[in-house]
């Protein structure tokens, strides 16, 4: 009887293929994170630390650092709470905004090439050390914030804010109109890698897509909404859980600043106990988008 070979199908080799890629993070992981990852979380439940060679002695505490950073400690749950609030509403107009801008990249125009290099330009600038000495510069810093030009306060929004106002919006409305105003130029220097994975995105969907949707008199309008959006969806929500996590990590919010302080004042265990606390409200915030995003692919499909 002669055995048959043991094979994969396309989906299974593909699968494989994938974990491969993955590997490196998985030894990575195990190496370098684990490990402290570990000591991080039972950091949460210690207290009365006392370094010494080779590590480090402290005593179990319970919930104590919990209840403290919730009760004792007002102002993180203020903090988080506003940090919280901001990245909400911050995420559709970053996201709205890249889509636009890789809409915009992904048509054909002359210089198309250079227009693309100077979008991708935060990814750069907004990392590493160059953006360390820039902010280290009280005047660099006004610039790139958008609050200072040539020794000037801008005064951008008044013309909105009076625009809105003579329309008769609420106030509430109007008064967020002119916060995502004011915040649009840190906004746009947000989008830079969110549009090159939107841009891969758009240049994986056929020509042939649009070819049938134009023989058949489809407008632009109906191409978005029928062809890109549906086709987008897995990348859109990709570069969702990216920018909720970019602006979650951002080390400029209230919370990333108190966590930092506690740490490097030594005193470990409520910066521990602060982490994992909003490490869990970003567990929240990704769990509720990915729902969201699974009734909308129902929807569209």
Do not use: C
Not at 138 to 153: H, I, N, R, Y
Not at 180 to 185: E, G, L, T
Not at 275 to 298: D, G, H, K, P, Q
């Amino acid at each position: 009887m002669v055995s048959k070979k043991w094979r994969l199908s396309l989906a299974g080799r593909q699968a494989w293929a994938g974990r491969m890629f993955l590997m490196p993070f998985y030894i990575g992981f195990v190496a370098f994170f684990a490990y402290p990852l570990f000591q991080s979380f039972m950091l949460v439940f210690q207290g009365n630390v006392m370094p010494r060679i080779g590590g480090y002695d402290a005593e179990f505490v319970g919930m104590a650092n919990l209840i403290h950073i919730f009760t004792v400690d007002l102002n993180f749950t203020h903090n988080m709470m506003t940090t919280t609030g901001q990245v909400l509403w911050q995420i559709p107009v970053v996201l709205v905004a890249s889509i636009f801008i890789a809409l915009l990249l992904n048509t054909k125009f002359r210089g198309r090439t250079f227009v693309r290099a100077v979008f991708f330009l935060p990814v750069i600038i907004v990392t590493g050390a160059v953006i360390n000495i820039m902010n280290a510069d009280s005047t660099a810093a006004a610039a790139l914030s958008g609050d200072v030009v040539a020794a000037g306060q801008i005064e951008y929004t008044s013309g909105i804010e009076e625009f809105l106002f003579s329309l008769g919006l609420p106030i509430n409305f109007t008064g967020r109109m002119i916060i995502i105003a004011n915040s649009m130029y840190n906004m746009l220097w947000m989008t830079g890698v969110q549009v090159i994975i939107l841009l891969a995105g758009l240049q994986s969907i056929s020509p042939a897509l649009y070819e049938a949707s134009a023989i058949e008199g489809a407008t632009p309008w109906e191409n978005f909404f029928k062809i890109t959006l549906p086709m987008m969806m897995p990348i859109i929500a990709v570069t969702t859980v990216y920018t909720i996590v970019d602006s979650f990590m951002d080390s400029n919010n209230t919370v990333m600043n108190q966590i930092l302080h506690n740490a490097r004042a030594f005193n470990i265990t409520m910066a521990a106990a602060m982490a994992w606390t909003y490490m869990v409200i970003i567990a929240v915030v990704l769990s509720v988008i990915f729902i969201m995003f699974a009734l909308a692919n129902r929807k569209l499909n």
